[in-house]
């Protein structure tokens, strides 16, 4: 991936250190990706339809849950 792929989409404090997030828009296989053991439990591709009703089914650890709302405007705004 090159950094000029990534799309700033929010930043925030976060205890002792700040969390960046990016958007990447890219074509790309689930079995492309390396997903690190201790973080990811599942992963699957989704549309934004898809997304929010695993959202509202409550599917989503609560720390996604929580962060969502600080991401939904951004992130819906490239989606849609």
């Known amino acids: 991936m090159n950094p000029e792929e ?3 989409i929010l930043s925030f404090p976060f205890f002792n250190r700040l969390v960046d ?3 990447v828009i890219k074509d790309v296989s689930l079995d492309r ?5 201790e973080e990811v439990t599942d992963a699957m ?3 934004l339809s898809q997304f929010m ?3 509202h089914e409550g599917l989503f650890h609560p ?3 929580q962060r969502w709302k600080l991401y939904e405007e ?7």
Do not use: G
């Open 45 to 47: 591709l989704v549309t």
């Open 74 to 80: 951004k992130l819906t705004a490239y989606l849609i």
């Open 53 to 55: 009703l695993l959202y």
């Open 6 to 8: 990534l799309i700033p």
């Open 33 to 37: 990706l390396d997903l690190q053991a």
């Open 21 to 23: 997030t990016y958007l």
């Open 63 to 65: 720390i996604l849950t």
